[in-house]
Structure formats: structure tokens, C-alpha cells
Nanobody, 121 residues
């Protein structure tokens, strides 16, 4: 599976931004797509995930209410300066029990190249 991200950039606080993640290759093996973000010097943080099978979703604390995840991207609204980070999409081809099993980054097998999102105040 190959993942290509697009849509990052520089926006102002309060703006919206959509990140896209195009999956190709053996997509029939995907169980879940997740989004993570990372600020230099810190650990990667879970943002949201979506079940490839039925579209069920889970959001991390930072993304609740302000974000919408789909199988092809992440819509982020009401952005804040603290949302500034590199955003990564990833997919898991592992069949795990329960959608919450996919919250950790260790279960993801393929990663996008990352997209820089910078939010100015």
C-alpha cells in the first residue's frame, strides 16, 4: 500500500484546512486509516482514525468536535496555533479486535510522507 498526502500549508487561527491521503496498491488489505501529528522533539500524537470497512471513527482529544475524518482525508476546522505540526496518515492491515486497538501508532504498517500544517495567531 502506498500513501500520498497533500493539503498542508500555512493558515491563520480560526481557519479550516483539509488534508488528503490517497491510498493505492493493495487497498483491500486495509482495516483502518489513522492520522497522527508530531511536533519536533515530542512524541507522535493520535488525531483520529476511521474503519476502512464500515466508516466508524474515533477521535483523539485534540481533534474532537473540530475535525472530521473520512477514508480519503481529514477536515480540520477552527484551527489553533497549537495545532501546528507535521500530520501523517497511516493504514493498518492488521485484523485487531475493537476499533480502539488501532489508536496506537505501532499497529500501522504504511505511512504517508507527512504534511506540514502551520497555524499563525
Amino acid at each position: 500500500v502506498q500513501l500520498v498526502e497533500s493539503g498542508g500549508g500555512l493558515v491563520r487561527a480560526g481557519d479550516s484546512l483539509r488534508l488528503s491521503c490517497a491510498a493505492s496498491g493493495r487497498t483491500e488489505n486495509i482495516y483502518t486509516m489513522g492520522w497522527f501529528r508530531q511536533v519536533p522533539g515530542t512524541e507522535r500524537e493520535f488525531v483520529a482514525l476511521v474503519s476502512w470497512r464500515d466508516g466508524s471513527t474515533i477521535y483523539g482529544y485534540s481533534a474532537k468536535v473540530r475535525s472530521i475524518i473520512s477514508r480519503d482525508g481529514l477536515q480540520m476546522n477552527s484551527l489553533k496555533p497549537e495545532d501546528t505540526a507535521v500530520y501523517y496518515c497511516a493504514v493498518s492491515t492488521r485484523h485487531l479486535r475493537g476499533l480502539h486497538s488501532y489508536v496506537g501508532e505501532a499497529v500501522y504498517d504504511y505511512w504517508g510522507q507527512g504534511a506540514q500544517v502551520t497555524v499563525s495567531s
